[in-house]
């Protein structure tokens, strides 16, 4: 930070960055150096005196180009690790030493074709097998080297680049009008820029009117996080590594604090679990009520459902080694006998062998669930327009339809549109508003209940036991989630009954009175440091904010930090508040982006994950080492909508979203609650308070027994934001 003046335009790439290519090519040129040397003066040649006269004097010209490069690659390497991110004074002279090697990288391409005339005229009547294989040698790594560089070159490209230089010396001199042209057309630019990279990565899928509007929606708020920053990749990577210690940091500051508060007995904060503050008002899940262990049952319960939604990809994944077996014998395209599947389901848009549907049953089939009827299966996938199914739940007497959540290009598409839009309800009070993208899911789902007369086939399916009076309930896991909570909005007017569950939820999905009325029919899951229920586009402004701040504050150089960050357990690079080094660092001038580093994004309107939540927590025994198994503790407890705020960064934070994973934290939770029931006797050991752990998720610290996640509520004060079970 910031990107690489060179030829007069700003590329993608810091001065930081080339540490590691500059390694690259050092060892590849002095591997080949001392192999070209031995070879030209360790072995004899053979009779054809004017190939081996030429490969010799070919191979000594080499020579010198391989020395030059080495000592080009030399200094980029160590100007590279000089000063720090933002701190780029020692690093100026890096452009020059480009432009040097770049210099030699003409002459090296000159070689490459000499090398090959060599290899044209000489190959086939020289005799000398050495000189062949050498030349063949110079030759392959000449063009390694220059389609490596022109790789690399391609993508650190700036479409803006050009721009972007002229803006940032227009403003030094102070042309307003000039200023104002020239950063229109980098905004312009910028997004533009973004939807070509989004078209190319939906090449294969086809355009319709709606994708291509969402391409523009996307591009536009990329366009706008990224404004007024000058930053390149790395320092992102750089950024999180930073973000991520200072986290820590901070809990292991508030945690010393609780230490130093208990000798009074004023300690607010107990632990923190998965990141996330205890104190003596969180209130836990108590599975000894029988009314919360029949809810928390029904939670479980329905995940199948979400997971099942998934299809065969998440089917085989879950089983690698029977799953592709159970569904080849069931598969109409390769199974000679009937299928055991025989009863009517309507199918749209499956593959040829009807392998999602088959997926499906196969799924509640091996959990024993064969009062489960589907009824209709949508397997069509577009933007804004998500696949679901909706089944007939024999054994709980409820219609159920599943969502499925981000499978494909075109559903990343829907979960970045994520503007707030109205609410299509009638008889709200105030303004209701939520994800767009989702929202449109909701509406085109409904629109399809309706057109095709789904619900009603499935409240007919079976008079005889009595499907007409079934309730419903609406499930779905991450985009799935959102829109199953929006649509449960838009069918609870004709199903005032309704019940949702939502499983790792956005947190960008709805405002505050919305999210308020939601948690009378909405109960959401969220496991540990789960990314995506801390996501939304109010949530990047802070994110943004803070990943800037911990940039501007370091000292460090980007390699140091990076490495410090791929430790079991890292080595923090946060300077201390009072580090001169910070404050007062020679020539410190931060090389900004054309506009002020601290400029916000534009205001956008807060959203929150929906209805009540149970957050499923989990801490880390205290480990010697980073290559301990040992299982964490699972707890559930009630989360506040609004404690979703902060992104937790943590190498579980992308694990804990999966379906199959968040199915895990529920049920470890349960296990652990009949483990302790079943034997009264087993208890724990506390060992110190406020104990941080291992890496890996999650902060140790053993609460007092009566405050564990199996305890009764009466040993709880209640949470002034946490609901009612």
């Not at 000499?114 to 790594?141: E, F, M, R, S």
């Not at 969402?214 to 920053?229: K, N, V």
């Not at 979400?306 to 998440?314: E, F, I, R």
Request: proline share 6%.
């Amino acid at each position: 930070m910031p990107g690489m003046v060179v030829f007069r335009r700003r590329w993608s790439v810091g001065s930081d960055d080339l540490v590691l290519p500059a390694l690259f090519l050092f060892l590849l040129h002095s591997t080949w150096l001392v192999v070209l040397s031995v070879v030209l003066f360790g072995l004899p040649y053979g009779p054809a005196p004017q190939c081996s006269i030429t490969l010799v004097d070919h191979g000594r010209g080499y020579l010198g180009i391989l020395v030059s490069c080495l000592i080009c690659e030399s200094a980029i390497m160590w100007l590279s690790m000089r000063g720090s991110i933002l701190y780029t004074e020692p690093r100026e002279a890096v452009q020059y030493v480009l432009y040097i090697r770049l210099a030699i990288l003409l002459v090296e391409l000159v070689y490459a074709v000499v090398g090959i005339a060599w290899l044209v005229q000489y190959y086939h009547p020289c005799a000398d097998t050495t000189a062949k294989n050498i030349t063949l040698g110079i030759v392959a790594c000449n063009w390694l080297v220059i389609f490596s560089v022109c790789f690399t070159l391609m993508c650190t490209f700036d479409p803006t680049g050009r721009t972007f230089v002229q803006l940032k010396t227009t403003r030094r001199r102070q042309r307003n009008l000039t200023t104002y042209t020239l950063r229109h057309r980098l905004e312009e630019g910028q997004a533009s820029s973004w939807s070509r990279r989004l078209k190319f990565f939906m090449c294969c899928t086809r355009a319709q009117d709606s994708q291509s509007d969402a391409y523009s929606e996307i591009a536009s708020l990329f366009a706008e996080f990224f404004r007024d920053l000058d930053i390149v990749p790395s320092d992102i990577i750089a950024g999180l590594v930073l973000l991520r210690q200072r986290q820590r940091a901070k809990r292991t500051a508030t945690l010393d604090q609780v230490r130093e508060r208990e000798k009074t007995g004023n300690n607010d904060i107990l632990a923190f679990l998965s990141g996330m503050p205890v104190t003596r008002n969180t209130k836990y899940l108590d599975l000894k009520n029988s009314m919360e262990m029949h809810m928390y049952r029904e939670v479980c319960y329905y995940m199948l459902f979400a997971l099942a939604a998934y299809g065969w990809p998440m089917y085989l994944m879950r089983k690698p080694a029977c799953g592709l077996c159970r569904l080849a014998s069931t598969c109409p395209c390769l199974s000679l006998s009937p299928s055991r599947f025989s009863q009517s389901v309507t199918v749209e848009e499956d593959n040829c062998c009807g392998c999602n549907v088959l997926a499906i049953r196969r799924h509640f089939l091996d959990e024993q669930l064969r009062d489960v009827d589907v009824v209709y299966t949508s397997c069509h996938d577009a933007v804004y327009e998500t696949p679901f199914f909706v089944a007939v739940d024999h054994g709980k007497k409820k219609i159920v339809i599943s969502i499925r959540g981000t499978l494909s290009p075109k559903d990343a598409l829907t979960d970045l549109t994520g503007d707030a839009e109205r609410l299509p309800v009638e008889g709200q009070h105030g303004t209701w508003l939520g994800h767009k993208g989702m929202v449109y899911s909701a509406e085109y789902i409904k629109k399809k209940l309706e057109q095709e007369m789904i619900l009603s086939q499935a409240f007919g399916r079976d008079l005889v036991r009595g499907t007409k009076h079934y309730g419903l309930v609406v499930v779905g896991h991450s985009l799935g989630a959102g829109t199953a909570a929006i649509l449960s909005f838009l069918l609870r007017p004709q199903y005032p009954s309704l019940r949702c569950f939502s499983y790792s939820p956005p947190g960008g999905l709805l405002s505050e009175d919305a999210m308020e009325y939601s948690k009378e029919f909405v109960t959401s899951v969220v496991l540990g440091k789960d990314l995506v229920p801390r996501i939304g586009l109010s949530q990047l402004e802070g994110f943004r904010r803070h990943l800037l701040e911990v940039l501007q504050k370091s000292n460090k150089p980007k390699w140091r930090i990076i490495m410090g960050g791929t430790k079991c357990i890292p080595k923090s690079e946060l300077p201390s508040d009072d580090d001169p080094a910070v404050t007062s660092a020679p020539g410190s001038r931060l090389w900004l982006h054309p506009s002020d580093l601290s400029i916000a994004l534009s205001a956008s309107t807060p959203l929150y994950p929906p209805g009540r939540i149970i957050h499923v927590v989990h801490n880390h025994p205290p480990e010697s080492c980073c290559c301990s198994e040992e299982e964490p503790t699972y707890s559930a407890l009630w989360g506040d909508n609004r404690a979703f705020d902060e992104v937790i960064i943590s190498p579980a934070m992308l694990n804990e979203h999966l379906p199959h994973i968040v199915m895990g934290g529920l049920n470890k939770v349960m296990e652990r609650f009949l483990l302790e029931t079943s034997d009264p006797s087993t208890e724990q050991a506390e060992p110190e308070r406020g104990e941080v752990g291992a890496e890996g998720g999650a902060d140790w610290a053993v609460l007092p027994p009566q405050q564990c996640a199996i305890a009764p509520s009466s040993h709880l004060s209640p949470s002034p934001h946490a609901p009612s079970p």
